[in-house]
């Protein structure tokens, strides 16, 4: 055999060595991340519930997923181990911004009202504008729009 027949098997062997190293470096670092876990933090599970871990098993973890109510998952279920900022800001809606959000639309519509009543301010022409003339219909070889010359 040639290196020509022997190059396209070179090439998708190649390319499952490659498929294979990089998801096994994937599974190593959610494993790695997994066996970091400690009781007390967040945690999303691979079915997107939010819990708090109590107890690290072998196999197992005990998430507090309401207050009071405790549910055993295999410690593969966790999908991520969240910082604690993270997890609070969704679970508990802790928000560190100091967004303002107004009562009532008010000053949303301050600004436009003061434009308005200035004197002198160009205001928005919403008419429509005048129907074209009905002359326009006929075009420049004088037959209206449809008419041809077929007899």
Do not use: W
Not at 22 to 49: D, F, L, Y
Not at 93 to 109: E, I, K, N, Q, W
């Amino acid at each position: 055999m040639n290196l020509v027949t022997l190059l396209p098997f070179i090439v998708l062997i190649g390319a499952m060595f490659l498929m294979t190293r990089s998801a096994k470096k994937k599974q190593a670092q959610a494993a790695q991340m997994r066996n970091e876990m400690q009781p007390g933090t967040g945690v999303r599970t691979i079915g997107g519930m939010y819990a708090t871990v109590k107890e690290i098993g072998d196999e197992t973890v005990l998430l507090e997923v309401a207050p009071g109510v405790h549910a055993v998952y295999a410690k593969n279920a966790i999908g991520a181990v969240l910082e604690d900022s993270e997890y609070n800001r969704i679970v508990h809606g802790d928000d560190d911004t100091d967004t303002v959000v107004p009562d009532d639309a008010s000053s949303l519509t301050e600004d436009a009202d003061a434009v308005v009543g200035q004197e002198g301010a160009a205001k928005a022409d919403l008419t429509k504008k005048d129907a074209a003339p009905a002359d326009a219909e006929v075009e420049k070889d004088g037959k209206a729009d449809g008419e041809t010359e077929a007899k």
